[in-house]
């Protein structure tokens, strides 16, 4: 089974942004979808943003046209670009990956956005 390691969270206040980067171990194009996930504090794990293997992408109306999600199979790596964040994007930021036969999650990663 695929493993997924998240990294590039952290602090920062309202208004900045940040990158954070899922690496696979294994062929990015092996699952049908890919993406990140979020859960915040007393609140159920939500979707942010997908891609799917043919390259069509989706994401939270709360973060549309702030956040870009963007994949590079020379390095088996999905990224997520946060522009303009907001401090209700505070959340542990979880990768999420789909196969025909299951699913599997990283670690997660905190991101806080604070002033």
């Known amino acids: 089974q695929v493993q997924l390691v998240e990294s590039g969270g952290g602090l920062v206040q309202p208004g900045e942004w940040l990158r954070l980067s899922c690496a696979a171990s294994?062929?990015?194009?092996?699952?049908?979808?890919m993406g990140w996930y979020r859960q915040a504090p007393g609140k159920e794990r939500e979707l942010v943003a997908t891609?799917?293997?043919?390259?069509?992408?989706n994401y939270a109306d709360s973060v549309k046209d702030r956040f870009t999600i963007l994949r590079d199979g020379a390095t088996n790596t999905v990224d997520l670009q946060m522009n303009a964040l907001k401090p209700e994007d505070t959340a542990i930021y979880y990768c999420?990956?789909?196969?025909?036969?299951?699913?599997?999650w990283g670690p997660g990663t905190q991101v806080t956005v604070s002033s």
């Open positions: 999420y990956a789909r196969s025909p036969s299951y699913v599997t």
């Open positions: 294994e062929n990015i194009f092996n699952f049908n979808v």
């Open positions: 891609i799917n293997v043919g390259g069509i992408t």
